[in-house]
């Protein structure tokens, strides 16, 4: 660790995960601003110089929605009947007018960050790091663009990522179709819940060990409707007693097709047009929406008798978490970042224990996914962005920061070359944040890092990547992972659900210390909470605790001649006080739970913090110190009484700020 220039104390850095401009301060939110905030206060009681740089993320696909809908409602104007170039500044104004309205609403939590360092993910020196990391990345052979299959928004019309899928149960119906032999009257029994992805179909994939299947592997069948020969193949991955134990393969519209795809060396047939209706290999039901064309191809089965039975069933779909739209999995032409070899360091830094993962169980999950990870689709059908620095002239491809960039490189004139269309995944300029952050401020690696434990691969993954291969450094030495804030019915909250409190109101009714106080004493690291205002209430008794404990403090001063509270550390009465064996066993306890609580911090074990002095003040000091004083107060025990309740708030600071600054600065 370096050393400040600035004073010569040691330097503690975090790094904010920046929220989107689209979004307003969620419970997820809180308890993460908190936990951040709570270890910059201590660690500046410490007498550390502290820094604690904030962000905006930029949210993409997000922003973009809220613009496509402002424009619909307020001006009557289509995205696609408008230039790429208005479109943007519809996004700008937009952005100017509400994307700090959750910046505001973190101020009003309490959270000391240096406002002056805030960065935005679409500023001038972002975009030129993006498009200078792109380019180098592009240069070294790791970026390609190739056509594989992707999570598509029909709506947005644009891959997304897994982050951005939410999966659902609902209830679903196993058709069981006739596929038939191509040289005899006998048919196998596929189960399907999509037959509209029939017209996608290369093969029926049966377990090699099924002894009802494995004479019929080689053979051929007619795929139903349109009688295209298909075969018969066998892999494990097949489960025998799912269905029927067959199952179609549509490489280009299942994830797990797509790999049996890929291994048996199959065709690969899209359906799908770019808006989620079913194009021309399907037919007669070309151009249809896939629910309409569910109804009419059950229909036309029925009527060829290729239907034996229905069955329902429950199963999971993947819903887009910005159109909450169903997600499909559809082939497409998109630039991917080769991560094959760029996870190794990545992981070894983690095994190594060079950067430490609170709590430790997670280290399995990240070795799991680095371990088996698969190359990472950047691109995205957007025009709100870090537009891609791709260019093309004739049939060459070259990465440039610019237009005129791109022209001297191909020796050609501006107006005959054209960029691509399409724009980064947000999540390459957040994979970026740690250096954006600490440029001309701080060095690598910043202190900790504070986020869910549900990005750990969109996220945390990608910044150790990121920053090793730019810099071949560590981006953070330590990750503390908070769980999740979930309702009564365990369901993750979100705006989309509607099941989240408003924080504002909840401040407003409990204050801000208590509403961190109370999420603080019920969550510990890497573990769901699930969310009950009682916490919050018991944040505020606790801090009604305080108040009242310093009220009587404050008339046991006066009845002991009103001495001056900003001189007991300076003129200590040196003298005997009728409680003396008391205080000096409680000021023995603090002692005692100062050190326990710096050992907790140091293993980030925050929640247990909270409770320990939760309990030493209400039960050790308040149940206990305070009532067997009231029977014996003098002026020199009340004096000590206001000395280690002084301590007491230094302590409890990094917790509940607003009420110990105001104490201490009385008390001092």
Not at 450 to 470: E, N, S
Request: hydrophobic share 35%; glycine share 4%.
């Amino acid at each position: 660790m370096y050393m400040s220039i600035k004073n010569g104390f040691d330097v503690y850095s975090i790094i904010m995960p920046p929220p989107n401009i689209t979004g307003v301060l969620h419970m997820g939110h809180l308890l993460n601003m908190t936990i951040q905030d709570v270890l910059i206060r201590y660690n500046s009681n410490k007498f550390r110089d502290v820094y604690w740089v904030p962000g905006l993320d930029h949210a993409a696909i997000a922003t973009e929605n809220r613009v496509i809908d402002y424009l619909k409602k307020e001006k009557n104007i289509e995205k696609e009947n408008i230039s790429r170039e208005e479109f943007l500044k519809y996004c700008w104004e937009w952005k100017d007018k509400y994307g700090n309205t959750i910046i505001e609403q973190i101020k009003n939590i309490n959270c000391r960050c240096n406002w002056d360092r805030l960065h935005f993910t679409l500023d001038n020196d972002v975009s030129d790091l993006v498009n200078d990391t792109f380019i180098r990345m592009f240069n070294d052979g790791l970026i390609y663009r190739s056509s594989k299959i992707v999570n598509w928004d029909c709506k947005n019309k644009t891959a997304i990522s897994d982050e951005e899928v939410i999966y659902r149960d609902v209830d679903g119906v196993l058709y069981y179709l006739k596929y038939k032999f191509v040289d005899s009257d006998e048919y196998l029994i596929v189960a399907t819940s999509r037959p509209e992805t029939i017209f996608g179909d290369v093969a029926i994939c049966v377990n090699p060990n099924d002894s009802r299947y494995i004479k019929f592997i080689g053979r051929e069948v007619l795929v139903p409707i349109i009688n295209r020969k298909i075969k018969i193949i066998g892999d494990d991955y097949v489960d025998k007693d799912f269905g029927s134990g067959c199952l179609k393969v549509t490489p280009c519209h299942d994830f797990n097709d797509y790999k049996l795809g890929e291994k048996h060396k199959l065709d690969f047939i899209n359906i799908l047009n770019d808006d989620g209706t079913l194009n021309e290999e399907c037919g007669e039901f070309n151009n249809l929406s896939i629910n309409v064309a569910r109804k009419c191809i059950k229909a036309r089965l029925q009527e060829l008798d290729l239907i034996l039975k229905e069955e329902r069933y429950k199963t999971r779909i993947g819903f887009s978490e910005r159109t909450n739209t169903v997600v499909e999995p559809r082939i497409s032409k998109q630039w991917f970042i080769k991560m094959s070899e760029l996870s190794k360091p990545a992981l070894k830094v983690v095994l190594d224990g060079d950067i430490k993962f609170y709590p430790e169980k997670f280290v399995n999950v990240y070795k799991s996914w680095m371990e088996n990870i698969n190359d990472w689709c950047i691109s995205r059908q957007l025009y709100w962005g870090h537009r891609i620095p791709i260019f093309y002239y004739k049939d060459k491809i070259i990465a440039a920061h610019d237009v005129q960039e791109a022209s001297k490189l191909l020796n050609c004139d501006v107006d005959e070359i054209e960029q691509d269309k399409d724009v980064l995944d947000t999540w390459f300029s957040a994979s970026l944040w740690p250096i954006v952050c600490t440029e001309g401020l701080l060095k690598l690696p910043t202190n900790d890092l504070i986020t869910g434990h549900d990005i750990i691969f969109f996220w945390v993954a990608r910044m150790i990547v990121m920053t090793y291969y730019l810099k071949k450094e560590i981006p953070f030495r330590n990750v503390y992972f908070t769980g999740l804030i979930r309702d009564n019915k365990g369901r993750k909250m979100s705006k989309s659900l509607g099941n989240s409190p408003d924080v504002l109101d909840l401040i407003n009714k409990y204050g801000s210390d208590g509403v961190r106080f109370g999420i603080l004493l019920n969550t510990q690291a890497g573990n769901d909470l699930k969310f009950d205002e009682k916490c919050c209430k018991q944040g505020r008794n606790f801090v009604t605790k305080i108040k009242n404990a310093y009220r009587l403090l404050n008339i046991w001063k006066e009845q002991c001649g009103n001495f001056e509270i900003s001189d007991i550390n300076n003129d200590f009465d040196k003298g005997v006080c009728l409680n003396e064996d008391d205080i000096s066993h409680f000021e023995r306890l603090v002692d005692d739970v100062e050190c326990k609580v710096n050992e907790k911090f140091s293993e980030y074990k925050i929640n247990e913090v909270a409770m320990m002095l939760y309990r030493l003040f209400w039960d050790d000091f308040c149940s206990n110190l305070l009532e067997t004083q009231k029977s014996k107060v003098d002026k020199i025990g009340t004096k000590r009484l206001f000395i280690v309740f002084s301590r007491l708030m230094k302590l409890l600071n990094p917790f509940i700020p607003e009420i110990t600054v105001n104490i201490l600065q009385e008390i001092n």
